[in-house]
């Protein structure tokens, strides 16, 4: 609907003066893209044509009208909107024809960084290794923050562990947060808090040994690569109700061609017979929503694809489709391995994007689970 | 890292006042989500525990103690707590264990919404349907909105036919915002401005004729999957860089098991050769990423999964595998169909997530040219 002039320059008001200011999006070519100039007045500076910038922008322009086919000057105005920015603020570089800022304002750094989330974070970083940003952050104190992560478990199964083990104070800042099945403790220490934050933690390590996986935030389809690189197995995906989200979530890992070798989106009967080779008996006699589906699923992915490990997600992700005996977000999950067959059944709540989302999540965590319980076994 | 309790408060007292006032998170049953006791305390409501609520959080928590297998009273606490709401409080029903809530204070009207996306669009539509927010929204007067969708356009070339046609101001506000190649004009249209906006949509119409695809935010899946029922045509997807998002959003769409019959995930070369039939002499003589590979893999999976029309995607992700010749960001996409070919080659900017998305997003567009092509000559 327009980001409203009045409303930026009132953030803009209220914000200055605190020590670091961070902004997102409204960078872009067209008019009513209004972060810089808004800043500029605000701040009380001039706004002024950067032709080393200009020279930088053009540069990418031109290769984008070559690609579009369209004259360059079609995009010169927008090249000089995005060249223009306040005296005093220094370039981060490019996301896409945007620069990211930082500019210094009294006591305050302002970061002006694009919207999208690939670029912010890529301009972050830049912001980061600036003299200005490293000046906020070494006068800030830097706690001390550590992360714990639970797969399988309600939130307040985690959240009473928590409790009987002190609980937050003391120094120590917790927040428990749920996501797509996965339930995420943050502690935030401060000094010479470490003593409860280990207590705490040594807690959570020894009531919950089972649910609890992974101690940073690595996604888990990175955890199931890494599994699978150390062991030299190669992994393929069967899916229906999920539809590819296990093998776009797995492939989405810089370098997951080293053991990610293929899936099958089986989304018709007919190719959970003809690709999958899963028997016509067990479809009639079960149903395409069965355990004994999920099985021959992840069986004959493997064989397909010619994989060490098969993994298949068959479900109900509605809002159609559902009947007493199988209701929408009735899933069946399996993972086959030379050494091991693992089922997984799934009630899931939630409209059909949660449904997928968490069935593919608990597909990787169960990939996870019996790619972990192999390295065991081997060791 | 925390909702920290004063900036929260801080957040209601300054928004209490407004007619509408919407929020959105920390409706969790653990100590660290405090969206209602801190509402109850600005508006300075008792909390009371709401039985009949208890009764119905009750309900469902059963059911997730027994899933978990974990005893009821690791809960109760949860429970109670979620129950317990402002005095006058309506509640929208539960998103998970959480109610949304509607509370009246002196003239603003207070709707609490749950934080994931899904939960809080279902619970924002009950919300609109209560007699608080019903009346609040009568007394706005809603400008008429309309949306202009184009694809394969830089923002500023459409930009330029929108100032060239008079641009913003007579009333009409205009935003143009680009998202993954597709860029979206929104006009919103104050009563007595309609013939200006009128004018734009037509110089738009008149001056971007192939570019433009939708005057609704269907997301083009959704486009896909209508031209090819109403054709009667199924469609298969054959993946490697992609690795499964392109399937994953056709099959996001409900009911889209009528249209699309499956895909195959083909990152390893070899399986390029195995499920898809690409010619081992395509691969040696052009590569993975070629356009002749991307024809074999659209024509290939046809036949693989028995469908009528055929999508491929073989590129460059990033961010290693790139060379002088191919480098990361380059997309060969192909579409088969029983009358025609069409082949697509891209050079993406951006990361590997970008890559990704932007590739799966360009090869849904190609098949939608090419179904609205087909329709076009069927006609």
Not at 16 to 35: I, M
Not at 88 to 94: F, K, N, V
Not at 98 to 123: C, I
Request: glycine share 12%; charged share 25%.
């Amino acid at each position: 609907m327009g980001d409203r002039p009045e409303g930026l320059e009132a953030a803009f008001r209220e914000s200055l003066g605190a020590g670091l200011v961070v902004t997102s999006g409204g960078l872009g070519p067209t008019h009513d893209d209004r972060t810089v100039e808004t800043l500029a007045r605000v701040a009380g500076r001039e706004l002024v044509l950067d032709s080393a910038l200009e020279r930088e922008i053009g540069g990418v322009v031109r290769g984008l009208s070559e690609r579009f086919r369209r004259p360059y000057e079609e995009f010169e105005s927008g090249v000089r909107k995005q060249a223009t920015i306040p005296e005093g603020a220094e370039s981060l570089g490019l996301a896409g024809t945007a620069p990211g800022l930082v500019l210094e304002v009294d006591a305050s750094v302002v970061v002006v960084l694009p919207g999208p989330p690939g670029e912010l974070q890529r301009l972050w970083a830049r912001a980061l290794e600036t003299v200005p940003v490293q000046r906020v952050l070494e006068a800030a104190s830097r706690p001390d923050h550590r992360i714990l992560r639970f797969f399988g478990l309600p939130e307040s199964a985690v959240a009473r562990v928590v409790e009987r083990a002190g609980g937050e104070g003391e120094g120590v800042d917790i927040t428990i947060c749920a996501h797509d099945l996965e339930v995420q403790v943050d502690l935030v220490v401060r000094p010479g808090a470490e003593s409860h934050a280990d207590a705490l933690q040594r807690a959570l390590a020894e009531e919950l040994p089972r649910a609890m996986f992974a101690d940073d935030e690595r996604p888990v389809e990175e955890l199931v690569l890494d599994l699978a690189r150390e062991q030299g197995l190669s992994i393929a995906a069967a899916e229906s109700c999920t539809g590819g989200l296990v093998a776009a979530r797995l492939t989405s890992v810089p370098g997951s061609s080293e053991s990610f070798a293929g899936g099958i989106v089986a989304y018709d009967n007919r190719l959970k017979r003809d690709l999958l080779g899963v028997p016509d008996v067990i479809l009639s006699r079960h149903g395409a929503v069965s355990a004994e589906t999920a099985a021959a699923m992840a069986q004959g992915v493997r064989g397909a694809v010619g994989a060490d490990v098969g993994v298949s997600v068959t479900g109900v992700a509605g809002p159609g489709g559902g009947t007493p005996e199988k209701p929408v977000g009735l899933v069946h999950l399996h993972a086959s391995t030379p050494g091991a067959e693992e089922a997984m059944e799934l009630h899931l709540p939630g409209d059909r994007a949660a449904v997928r989302r968490r069935a593919a999540a608990s597909a990787l965590h169960l990939l996870r689970r019996v790619l972990a319980q192999s390295r065991h076994t081997r060791a």
